[in-house]
């Protein structure tokens, strides 16, 4: 069986849906959900849902290797990013090459890199007067949202829409693809 482990900083909406979607598999568990951020909703929804829900700090990922240390011990399979906001260290990167993945609310390559997250993302494609916006689930690596791209969904950008409505149908995008593509990958790992 797989393990996976989740990396995410805010209110852990897709990490609720993919702690579901491996719950009862004979695939893979998520073993852990770990966060940046104490305050970070995702806690509370991993240990809800019986998932090991832990704390770290700018140090313990980049400076003392705590966060990659934490990840070896429970030998973790892969790394999936969910609303993770920091850019993940090579440490991390080199213990889990093509096995860590992250989603991004756009059609990647445009509307991504440092600072674009959520409604900022979602404001920027409304702005440029875009026609179409999606998901975008890609392999991770040393640069903001620039990894190899695995799988895309579009949905068509409204003249009526606002950042909370575009973001609203692009969650139910997150939602019905991430975990599917996430199953997907753990057969390459």
Same mark, same amino acid.
């Given at each position: 069986?797989?393990?996976?482990?989740?990396?995410?900083?805010?209110?852990?909406?897709?990490?609720?849906?993919?702690?579901?979607?491996?719950?009862?598999?004979?695939?893979? =568990?998520?073993?852990?959900?770990?966060?940046? #951020?104490? $305050?970070?909703? !995702? /806690?509370?929804?991993?240990?809800? *849902?019986?998932? %090991?829900?832990?704390?770290?700090?700018?140090?313990?990922?980049?400076?003392?290797?705590? =966060?990659?240390?934490?990840?070896?011990?429970? #030998?973790? $399979?892969?790394? !999936? /990013?969910?609303?993770?906001?920091? *850019?993940?260290? %090579?440490?991390?990167?080199?213990?889990?090459?093509?096995?860590?993945?992250?989603?991004?609310?756009?059609?990647?390559?445009?509307?991504?890199?440092?600072?674009?997250?959520?409604?900022?993302?979602?404001?920027?494609?409304?702005?440029?007067?875009?026609?179409?916006?999606?998901?975008?689930?890609?392999?991770?690596?040393?640069?903001?949202?620039?990894?190899?791209?695995?799988?895309?969904?579009?949905?068509?950008?409204?003249?009526?829409?606002?950042?909370?409505?575009?973001?609203?149908?692009?969650?139910?995008?997150?939602?019905?693809?991430?975990?599917?593509?996430?199953?997907?990958?753990?057969?390459?790992?």
């Amino acid at each position: 069986m797989k393990k996976i482990a989740i990396l995410a900083s805010g209110s852990g909406t897709n990490a609720e849906r993919i702690i579901r979607h491996f719950s009862g598999s004979a695939q893979a =568990v998520v073993e852990v959900v770990m966060s940046n #951020r104490a $305050d970070a909703l !995702v /806690l509370e929804r991993a240990k809800g *849902l019986g998932v %090991d829900a832990l704390v770290f700090s700018r140090s313990d990922l980049y400076d003392s290797g705590k =966060v990659a240390d934490e990840l070896r011990q429970r #030998r973790i $399979d892969g790394v !999936v /990013l969910a609303g993770f906001l920091w *850019l993940v260290p %090579d440490n991390i990167l080199t213990a889990y090459p093509d096995r860590i993945l992250n989603i991004h609310p756009a059609l990647l390559p445009k509307y991504g890199g440092k600072g674009m997250y959520g409604d900022r993302v979602h404001r920027a494609v409304i702005e440029a007067g875009e026609t179409e916006s999606g998901i975008t689930i890609h392999r991770v690596n040393r640069h903001y949202d620039s990894g190899d791209i695995l799988f895309q969904a579009r949905i068509p950008v409204e003249k009526d829409d606002t950042p909370e409505t575009l973001a609203a149908r692009i969650h139910e995008l997150e939602y019905r693809h991430y975990p599917e593509i996430i199953e997907r990958e753990l057969l390459r790992w």
